[in-house]
């Protein structure tokens, strides 16, 4: 007997009625991340979250729920399509992030409209190479997330000139209004514009759906 095809819209419908049936590697991208809606899109991630750390949701604290309610206020939302995650190290804001990257790479078949994922350090490391291959994909791909921002090298001498990774990807996605950016942090506000200009941080600012957890670390 043939085996029925889970799509993601089955299984995201199936994770909102608490049936908790995810969609297999195979059929994942069957009607993509578009088709789907809002609340289909919170319960996926909601069930990659769960699936990541090995709790259910009421077991979450209470900054961790309240985080990833705010997540859901950005998923509904249109109007910013960047967001900005800060926070404590260990809150859960990279669990979150990758959480929502997985989902729509899972319902997306086309790699252009991939998200592409990478830490802040590998972002700098590209420069530090002067790997233009790996820079231009990153400032081209339209869906990215950069992780830890904060942690990698704030200037880089290459070849003698003095390069700002960071500083220059933003500047570069910015020009891109299509773009979609997600970023975290453990700098507050203050820090990211010590660190990168307040240009910078005015351009975060206006971009991106900012959620804060000034919680505790969940690994103790």
């Not at 705010?70 to 992030?97: D, P, S």
Request: with cysteine.
């Amino acid at each position: 007997m043939k085996k029925d095809i889970i799509t993601v819209k089955d299984a995201a419908a199936d994770i909102l009625s608490e049936r908790k049936r995810a969609p297999d590697a195979a059929t994942a991208a069957q009607d993509g991340w578009r088709a789907l809606t809002a609340d289909q899109r919170i319960a996926m991630v909601r069930w990659r979250i769960e699936q990541m750390v090995g709790i259910g949701f009421a077991e979450w604290s209470d900054e961790t729920q309240k985080m990833f309610r705010k997540l859901a206020e950005y998923m509904r939302q249109g109007q910013k399509r960047w967001l900005l995650l800060i926070g404590n190290v260990g809150v859960g804001k990279t669990t979150i992030a990758r959480a929502l990257a997985y989902c729509h790479n899972q319902a997306t078949a086309s790699q252009n409209e991939k998200m592409m994922i990478l830490t802040a350090p590998t972002l700098a490391e590209y420069y530090r190479r002067d790997n233009v291959d790996e820079i231009t994909r990153a400032r081209k791909r339209r869906k990215i997330l950069v992780d830890d921002v904060g942690t990698e090298a704030e200037s880089l001498n290459v070849f003698g000139n003095a390069i700002y990774p960071f500083i220059d990807f933003i500047s570069t996605k910015y020009d891109d209004p299509s773009s979609v950016v997600l970023l975290t942090t453990n700098l507050n506000s203050d820090e990211i514009a010590q660190r990168y200009g307040e240009r910078i941080l005015d351009r975060l600012i206006e971009r991106c759906f900012i959620i804060k957890n000034n919680g505790k670390s969940l690994r103790h």
